[in-house]
C-alpha cells in the first residue's frame, strides 16, 4: 500500500482496499497491506487498520467465507487440488488468525485508545463467532462458543508486564452478560494455573490484574436467561451448563480456590478480604471451602486478621464453623494499634456481635473488658468515645461482670491482680480485677470522654447504647462539634490567682527551681 502523507490518507487508503478485497475474491492479497498497517509505529494509522480489520472479517464472518471445522495447514491445501473456494476460504482463515494474534499482541500497545479498540474488536469477533461458528458441532444442539479466541482476550487482560486495571474495567460492561462471565470464569482459571507454573515468581502485575478481573465477576440472583447472553441463541437447551446458576457458581469458586491456594502479595490478600463477605462467599457453592483460607489469615495477626474476621463471621453463624481458639485470637488482637488502624469500625462492629451472646462465660467478657480498658488509658478521644459505651454494653449483656465496677464486700487490692501480658483470656485474672482505668478516665481532658466514663458511677440502664454512630468517629469530627458547641463566658473556668511571669507564681515548684535570665 501506497503511503498518503495527507490528514486521512491512511484511511482513505484503508478502505480502498477493503472494498476491494469484499467486492472481488481476486483481490484478496490486499489483505496483506491492510495487515502491514497493524504493524505501524503511528497510533492513528494502527487505529484506522484495526477499523479496516474489524469491517473486513466481520463482513466475512458473517457472509460465511471463512473455512469451517478443522484448519488444516496453508501449504498442504494450497499445494493440492481442493477447488478455489475450499481453497479461498482456508487462506482467509489464516489470515484472520493473523489478525486475531495481532490484536491480541495490541492489547499492550502503549496507548490505551488501541488497546481498547481492540479489546472492542475482539469482543465483536468473539459474538460473530459464536453466531457463525468456524467449528461443526459434534451433535445436534451441542454449545460451540469460541473459547480459544476469547482465552486469548483474557490472557491478554492478565499481563504479567503491565497494570491492566483500566482495560479490565473497560472490560467489565461484557461481564453483565452471562455467557461471557462463564467463560470468563473458565478462562482466568487455567490463565491463572498455567502463569503460575510457567513462573519461578510470579510478576505482582499479574496478581493486581488477576485480582482485578476476579472481583470484577458478579453472579447474578435470579435463574440465567438467553436475553442476558453475548452471544444470540433462539433459545436455551438445559443440556448446556453456560444456562445453570449451579454451573456458574461452580466456576466461581474454582476461579477463587484456584486463585487463593497461589503466594500472594500482602497488600493483595487485604485486597480479597476486605470483599471476601459480600462479594465472595455468598456466591460459592460451598461456602465452607474457604475456612482454610480464612482461617489462616486470622492467624497472620494484625491487620489481616481483623479483615478475616468477617468471613469467619459468615461462616461461624451461617455454616456452623467450629474454631476453638477463635475468642483467644480476637483477644489477642486488642493491643493499642486497634484504636489507629483503617480497619477499626469493622473490627469493633464484629467484636460487638461476638461478644453478644448472653451464653458466653463471664471470665470471658471480664477479660474483653479488662483489655479494652487497660488499653483506653493511652487511646485517643475519638476511639474512646466509642470504647468506653462498648465496655459498658458488656456489663450490661452480662451482669455477672458488674463486679468489676462494685465488688461491696470484696478485699482491698495492693495491686491488680489481672495480668495483661497473659495470652489466655482464661488465665488473665480478669474477674478478681476491677475496671480501675474507666474511674480514672473521668478525669481526662476531653469533658466528653469524662462523661463517658462516670456512666458507671450510677446504675447502668438496661437498654444497650448504640455504638453504630460512634464507629466511625474521627478526630477532625470531634474537633469541628467541640467548635461549634456555644458557651456561655460564665461556664468557662478560670484560674483564681493569675499567674505571674512565664514561670507561674513565686510558690511554685517550678519557679523555685528555675529562674529566667
Request: charged share 25%; proline share 6%; aromatic share 10%.
Amino acid at each position: 500500500m501506497e503511503r498518503d502523507p495527507s490528514p486521512g490518507g491512511a484511511r482513505r487508503a484503508l478502505g480502498r482496499l477493503l472494498e476491494a478485497v469484499l467486492a472481488s475474491r481476486r483481490e484478496a492479497n490486499a489483505v496483506f497491506d491492510i495487515l502491514a498497517v497493524l504493524q505501524s509505529e503511528d497510533p492513528e494509522e494502527t487505529q484506522e487498520a484495526v477499523r479496516a480489520c474489524s469491517r473486513l472479517f466481520g463482513a466475512l464472518l458473517e457472509r460465511g467465507e471463512l473455512f469451517v471445522g478443522q484448519l488444516p495447514s496453508e501449504d498442504t491445501v494450497m499445494a493440492g487440488s481442493q477447488g478455489a473456494t475450499r481453497k479461498y476460504k482456508v487462506w482467509m482463515r489464516h489470515r484472520y488468525h493473523s489478525c486475531c494474534n495481532r490484536l491480541r499482541e495490541l492489547l499492550a500497545h502503549p496507548s490505551f485508545e488501541v488497546k481498547e479498540l481492540a479489546l472492542s474488536t475482539l469482543m465483536k469477533f468473539v459474538q460473530l463467532e459464536g453466531a457463525h461458528p468456524l467449528e461443526k458441532p459434534k451433535w445436534e444442539g451441542n454449545y460451540l462458543f469460541p473459547r480459544q479466541l476469547f482465552k486469548s482476550v483474557v490472557e491478554g487482560l492478565l499481563s504479567p508486564e503491565e497494570d491492566h486495571s483500566l482495560l479490565v474495567s473497560r472490560f467489565q460492561e461484557y461481564l453483565e452478560h452471562d455467557d461471557i462471565r462463564y467463560h470468563t470464569m473458565q478462562a482466568a482459571t487455567g490463565v491463572v494455573g498455567q502463569v503460575a507454573d510457567r513462573y519461578p515468581e510470579v510478576p505482582p502485575a499479574f496478581w493486581n490484574n488477576a485480582f482485578a478481573l476476579l472481583s470484577a465477576v458478579s453472579l447474578p440472583c435470579q435463574e440465567i436467561s438467553s436475553s442476558s447472553f453475548y452471544v444470540k441463541h433462539a433459545e436455551l437447551s438445559h443440556k448446556w451448563k453456560v444456562a445453570h446458576l449451579k454451573e456458574h457458581k461452580k466456576a466461581f469458586q474454582l476461579m477463587w480456590l484456584g486463585f487463593l491456594k497461589h503466594k500472594l502479595p500482602l497488600s493483595l490478600y487485604k485486597k480479597v478480604l476486605v470483599i471476601m463477605h459480600d462479594a465472595i462467599l455468598p456466591h460459592l457453592a460451598q461456602p465452607t471451602l474457604m475456612i482454610d483460607f480464612l482461617t489462616r489469615a486470622y492467624d497472620v495477626g494484625g491487620a489481616i486478621s481483623l479483615l478475616a474476621l468477617n468471613g469467619l463471621f459468615i461462616l461461624i453463624h451461617k455454616h456452623n464453623l467450629e474454631y476453638p481458639d477463635f475468642y483467644r485470637k480476637l483477644y489477642g488482637l486488642l493491643d493499642p494499634s486497634v484504636f489507629h488502624v483503617k480497619y477499626r469500625a469493622r473490627f469493633f462492629h464484629l467484636a460487638d456481635l461476638f461478644l453478644s451472646s448472653s451464653h458466653l462465660p463471664a471470665y470471658l467478657v471480664a477479660a474483653f473488658a479488662k483489655r479494652l480498658s487497660r488499653l483506653a488509658l493511652t487511646a485517643p478521644p475519638e476511639a474512646l468515645l466509642m470504647v468506653l459505651p462498648f465496655i459498658c454494653n458488656l456489663l450490661r449483656r452480662h451482669p455477672a461482670c458488674r463486679v468489676l465496677v462494685h465488688r461491696p464486700l470484696g478485699p482491698e487490692l495492693d495491686a491488680d491482680p489481672y495480668d495483661p501480658a497473659e495470652e489466655d483470656p482464661a488465665k488473665s485474672r480478669a474477674l478478681e480485677s476491677s475496671l480501675w482505668e474507666l474511674q480514672t478516665l473521668q478525669r481526662h481532658y476531653h469533658p466528653e470522654v469524662s462523661q463517658a466514663a462516670s456512666v458507671i458511677n450510677q446504675a447502668l440502664s438496661v437498654p444497650e447504647t448504640s455504638i453504630a454512630p460512634l464507629l466511625e468517629l474521627t478526630a477532625f469530627e470531634v474537633f469541628e462539634r467541640d467548635l461549634k458547641k456555644k458557651r456561655g463566658q460564665e461556664s468557662v473556668p478560670l484560674e483564681f490567682l493569675p499567674a505571674q511571669g512565664l514561670l507561674g507564681r513565686q510558690d511554685d515548684l517550678c519557679a523555685q527551681h528555675f529562674t529566667l535570665s
